[in-house]
C-alpha cells in the first residue's frame, strides 16, 4: 500500500499541500482529480520522490521513500511526469529500454529484451519499434512513454497527468490500457486526471483535493455527487448515470 502520514509540502513559506494523511490501497486505478494549484502533482512526485516533503513520511510497498536505496526504489515504484523532455533522439525501443535501467544497470538482458517487448505490444506500438519519438503524433509519443514505465516493471505506476494532448478517442483508449494494465498485471497505478467523468469511469479509488487538502476520499459512487463536486470544483455539477456511470455535467447553456 501508499502510505501517508502528515505530509506538507511549502513553497516560499507558503503552504501548498497538507498535512496529508492517506492510505491508498494496492492493486487497481486510483484517481487524483482537483482544480489546477490542488497539490495532485506534487503529492504524485513526493510518493514518487522526484519532490522531497517537508514535513511528514511516505511508505510505498513497505518502502520509506526517503530512506530506501534509489534502486531498491526504482524496482517498487515507476513514475511519469507530466513533462517529459529527453534532449537525444530516441527510438520508441531505445525510450522504453531506459525502463530496464534499474534491473539492468544498462546491460540488458533476455529478460529485459522480454519485457521490452511486452510494454511495446501492450501499448499497441509494435512496428513502432525503430521510430524516432519525434515523429510521432501526440497519441503515440504518449503510449510510448507509459510503455517505458510499465517495462519498469514496479507494483506501483504513478502517472501525472497521462491524457495530456490527447484527444477523445485516444484518451479513452489510453484509459482502457491502464485499466488492462491493473487488472490483467496487477498493478498499483495511481495517476492525475482533469476529466472526473474519465476517473468515474475507470477507477477503482478517487482521491479529491482542493487547496492542497484532501477533500474526500472513495469510490466513484462516494466522491461523484452534485456535493463533493461542488466542493471540491467550487462551481455547479450536476450528476446522472448513464451506463452504468455516474457522469458529472459542470456546463450550462442558458
Known sequence: ????????????????????????????????????????????????????????TVTVGGLDVTQAKPKELAKVVSILRQENHFMARLTVRQLVTFGRFPHSAGRTTEADRRAIHAAIAFLDLAGMEDRFIDELSGGQRQRAFVAMVLAQDTDYVLLDEPLTGLDMRHAAGMMRQLRAAADALGKTIVLVVHDVNFASAYADRIIALADGELVASGTPDEIMTPEVLERVFGTEVEVIEHAGNKVAIYYRVD
Not at 513559506?13 to 482537483?34: Q, S
Open 1 to 56: 500500500m501508499i502510505q501517508l502520514t502528515s505530509v506538507g509540502k511549502d513553497y516560499a513559506g507558503k503552504r501548498v499541500l497538507g498535512p496529508i494523511d492517506l492510505t491508498i490501497e494496492p492493486g487497481g486505478i486510483t484517481a487524483l482529480i482537483g482544480p489546477n494549484g490542488a497539490g495532485k502533482s506534487t503529492m504524485l512526485t513526493i510518493i514518487g520522490r522526484l519532490l522531497g516533503a517537508d514535513a511528514g
